[in-house]
């Protein structure tokens, strides 16, 4: 098995290899994801909001170009900064705002909340409070995809900070020992929380690490949507006929602090407004589909999403709190 760790080139636009209206919905729900996390963040500070925040913007071409290559029935698992893999995967944005507002009519009847979001039913399996809490779970995934024969594939997505946790090492080595479909999407966004990768990572390459374990290991630009969804579209097929595991090491930048509060004294306000400038996912996206879709065509995507997002927080506001009498309904499993 080839194990080598390729080095692609971004930036480059795919985008003429698609349908117009494939490439409008493609950037509808990075739109979405950007305008759900912008208004979470003033929500936020009134103080409605239970429990920690984090937010995805300026990953949203990961989440979205991963999943563009994904059937509804394939598995995912998040993590604690899960909105966006949540909205690319299919999970609804109203009944996802209820559950962060802590709602009845919530996916997960408002006692999840931002950290713990689920809809099997789009094949989420969760987002994941322990940091490097996915990759172990996708190894069950898609051992049951191989045990079924369903052709099914399982996808983590882990940050740069749960790339060091030695249950990741093992779902690694497992999901090569038994060969199974799934793929681990490593998002380095630089910042373990507040500890650089450049530090925290020992031999500052995760995807040459995760190499070293016998997978074929890839990094892209992940502010790059067509670079995003090349790399995922050559892991999922090979997973999804028989090839067995894979890894691919997405690059981002995350425009918010590692939780709502955190002060980022980490990165000047002069560094923020660097990465906002060259390194927007949705100005890159634009950038690429120059020629290929009207701007206002996007600005329409762009105000459209705002006004989903906007109905939604009013509507969650309105919503009912679950009932007392449902406290440990849904929460253990009875066999």
């Given at each position: 098995m080839?194990t080598t760790?390729?080095?692609r080139?971004t930036?480059?636009?795919?985008?003429?290899?698609?349908?117009?209206?494939?490439?409008k919905?493609?950037y509808r729900?990075?739109?979405?994801?950007?305008?759900?996390?912008d208004r979470?963040h003033?929500?936020?500070?009134?103080?409605?909001?239970p429990?920690?925040?984090?937010l995805?913007a300026?990953?949203?071409?990961?989440?979205?170009?991963?999943?563009?290559?994904?059937?509804?029935t394939?598995?995912?698992a998040s993590?604690h900064?899960?909105h966006?893999?949540c909205?690319?995967?299919?999970?609804?944005?109203?009944?996802?705002?209820?559950?962060i507002f802590?709602r009845?009519e919530g996916?997960?009847?408002g006692?999840?909340?931002?950290?713990?979001?689920?809809?099997?039913?789009?094949g989420?399996l969760?987002?994941n409070?322990?940091?490097g809490?996915?990759?172990p779970l996708?190894?069950g995934?898609g051992l049951?995809?191989?045990v079924l024969?369903n052709?099914?594939?399982?996808v983590s997505?882990?940050?740069?900070g749960?790339s060091n946790?030695?249950?990741t090492?093992?779902?690694l080595?497992?999901?090569?020992?038994l060969?199974?479909?799934?793929v681990?999407?490593?998002?380095?966004?630089?910042m373990?929380?507040?500890?650089?990768a450049?530090?925290?990572?020992g031999?500052g390459?995760v995807?040459?690490?995760a190499a070293g374990f016998?997978l074929?290991?890839?990094v892209?630009?992940?502010?790059?949507?067509?670079?995003?969804?090349?790399?995922?579209a050559?892991?999922?097929q090979?997973?999804?006929e028989g090839?067995?595991?894979?890894?691919?090491?997405a690059?981002?930048?995350r425009?918010?602090?590692?939780?709502?509060?955190?002060?980022?004294l980490?990165r000047?306000?002069?560094?923020l407004?660097?990465?906002?400038?060259?390194?927007d996912?949705?100005?890159?996206?634009r950038?690429?589909?120059?020629g290929?879709i009207?701007?206002?065509?996007?600005?329409?995507?762009?105000e459209a999403?705002?006004?989903?997002?906007?109905?939604?927080?009013?509507y969650?506001?309105?919503?009912e709190?679950p009932a007392p009498?449902q406290?440990l309904?849904?929460?253990?499993?009875?066999?």
């Amino acid at each position: 098995m080839s194990t080598t760790t390729k080095r692609r080139s971004t930036r480059k636009s795919g985008a003429a290899a698609f349908p117009v209206e494939e490439l409008k919905d493609a950037y509808r729900r990075m739109s979405e994801i950007r305008a759900f996390e912008d208004r979470l963040h003033l929500e936020n500070m009134t103080g409605d909001i239970p429990g920690f925040i984090h937010l995805y913007a300026g990953e949203e071409a990961i989440a979205v170009g991963v999943c563009d290559n994904l059937r509804p029935t394939d598995i995912i698992a998040s993590t604690h900064r899960g909105h966006g893999h949540c909205l690319a995967k299919g999970c609804g944005i109203r009944p996802m705002m209820c559950e962060i507002f802590g709602r009845d009519e919530g996916l997960c009847r408002g006692k999840g909340g931002s950290m713990h979001i689920a809809d099997l039913s789009v094949g989420m399996l969760g987002a994941n409070g322990i940091v490097g809490g996915g990759p172990p779970l996708i190894i069950g995934a898609g051992l049951s995809a191989k045990v079924l024969g369903n052709g099914g594939v399982g996808v983590s997505f882990t940050g740069d900070g749960g790339s060091n946790q030695g249950l990741t090492f093992e779902a690694l080595n497992m999901a090569v020992v038994l060969q199974l479909p799934v793929v681990f999407v490593f998002e380095n966004n630089g910042m373990g929380e507040a500890t650089g990768a450049a530090f925290a990572v020992g031999s500052g390459d995760v995807a040459g690490r995760a190499a070293g374990f016998g997978l074929p290991a890839t990094v892209v630009d992940g502010t790059d949507y067509f670079a995003v969804r090349e790399a995922a579209a050559e892991a999922v097929q090979r997973a999804r006929e028989g090839g067995g595991p894979s890894v691919i090491e997405a690059s981002a930048i995350r425009f918010y602090g590692h939780f709502e509060g955190d002060a980022g004294l980490y990165r000047t306000p002069e560094q923020l407004q660097t990465y906002k400038d060259e390194r927007d996912p949705l100005k890159i996206f634009r950038e690429n589909t120059e020629g290929v879709i009207d701007p206002s065509e996007l600005d329409a995507i762009d105000e459209a999403a705002t006004t989903e997002v906007d109905e939604a927080v009013a509507y969650a506001r309105a919503a009912e709190w679950p009932a007392p009498s449902q406290v440990l309904t849904d929460v253990y499993k009875t066999y």
